[in-house]
């Protein structure tokens, strides 16, 4: 798309971007509605409403640039609701010593998703044009409601939460001093930082990923599957891994909660800023084609690595604030948006400005990593925050 349109890196970077505008508009009210009403409906509108946004695209392209910042902020609103419901449904419906895993899963199902369209893409693209990507992936809901719409839960917690499901202490503090209070708390906090540092890194990787194999690396787009699938595949297999592992070390009680999201979470934030760190340096100018095939390597092991953090802050939550997880997901992901909201273009405006150095911008990513580890080994927490607090 970027090359029929004449864009440069900061167009570019500016179009990706506004996905994340809509992305960080719907995740706190997401999360709220499923918290107060159960998460199978608002994932289900999301679904759709992420699904169309994504059809039209090709459409919204041809009438200009308004048109297509919309389409690309509608496909970011509705993808919006969709974690923080289903980690309220998570809360509710999944025993507890079974949660790390069921977030792996989820998450690692993610991972499948990437790497399914990282390895479809290319070629669809080249037999049909960049458009047939969206009207192919925009279609796919049709295929997912039906079986969505059928299934049914069983609650197992006693999350809390509104509406069917009991009234909780929003009744007595508002939604928004709820959500303040939470928010002042050290270990929501420590969700916060977490969530931006790793996702500044996830989130622009995910984005110029294509771009640095291709431009910098030399790596055809026909050959780019073979680059950008693995280390999503790999990405799946360590998370639902480190999910299994976290909680059969829970129910053997070899180590502590706060030891296992502490070190789950570390390890998936410096492992991949010591990689990405390693890629700075032998993929830059006038590397060997070994260099080059190492700083792939990196790159891609730097992702796997980062799927750890399934069994550190992407279950937080569930251990600080059962009965407000969806909200609490909510505003973890609020960060991390922000993060994909600053990232992607500046990582845009850092290769131009640089004459293209990709090391200026994983150098960028690895220490925001080991600041993000270092302040959630601080203030991560493991019991729920109590509720004469909020």
């Avoid at 930082?193 to 110029?208: N, R």
């Avoid at 595949?233 to 296992?260: N, P």
Wanted: contains cysteine; proline residues 4%.
């Amino acid at each position: 798309m970027a090359k029929d349109f004449g864009w440069d890196k900061i167009q570019t970077g500016g179009v990706l971007s506004a996905f994340f505008y809509g992305y960080a508009l719907t995740q706190l009210v997401g999360g709220r509605l499923a918290d107060s009403f159960g998460g199978k409906r608002v994932l289900a509108l999301g679904v759709l409403g992420w699904s169309l946004a994504t059809f039209v695209t090709p459409l919204a392209a041809a009438g200009g640039a308004i048109p297509l910042v919309a389409a690309r902020v509608t496909l970011g609103a509705g993808e919006g609701v969709a974690f923080p419901a289903v980690h309220s449904l998570i809360s509710r419906h999944v025993p507890k010593d079974r949660q790390s895993t069921a977030v792996a899963a989820v998450t690692a199902a993610s991972y499948g998703g990437a790497a399914f369209a990282f390895g479809v893409t290319p070629a669809v693209v080249l037999a049909g044009g960049w458009e047939a990507a969206f009207y192919t992936f925009g279609a796919a809901a049709i295929v997912w409601f039906p079986f969505w719409a059928a299934s049914s839960f069983k609650v197992v917690n006693d999350a809390g939460g509104g509406g069917k499901y009991g009234a909780d202490s929003a009744g007595k503090t508002g939604v928004i001093d709820e959500w303040l209070a939470l928010v002042k708390t050290r270990e929501v906090r420590a969700i916060c930082v977490a969530q931006f540092a790793q996702s500044w890194g996830g989130y622009g990787l995910l984005s110029w990923l294509p771009t640095y194999f291709e431009e910098a690396l030399g790596v055809p787009l026909g050959d780019l599957p073979a680059f950008t699938v693995l280390p999503y595949f790999i990405q799946g297999i360590v998370g639902v891994g480190s999910g299994v592992v976290a909680d059969q070390w829970l129910r053997e009680g070899k180590f502590s909660t706060k030891f296992i999201r502490r070190a789950f979470q570390t390890v998936g934030m410096v492992g991949p800023a010591v990689c990405l760190a390693g890629a700075a340096v032998l993929g830059g100018a006038g590397a060997t084609d070994a260099n080059v095939f190492a700083a792939a390597v990196l790159v891609d092991v730097g992702l796997a690595l980062s799927a750890l953090t399934l069994a550190g802050v992407s279950v937080s939550h569930l251990d600080v604030a059962p009965r407000h997880a969806g909200l609490v997901f909510a505003t973890g992901n609020t960060c991390a948006t922000i993060a994909g909201i600053i990232a992607v273009p500046l990582s845009g405006w850092v290769l131009e400005a640089t004459g293209q150095s990709w090391s200026a911008v994983f150098g960028v990513i690895a220490v925001l990593y080991v600041v993000g580890a270092a302040l959630w080994w601080a203030w991560v927490g493991d019991e729920p925050v109590p509720e004469d607090s909020l």
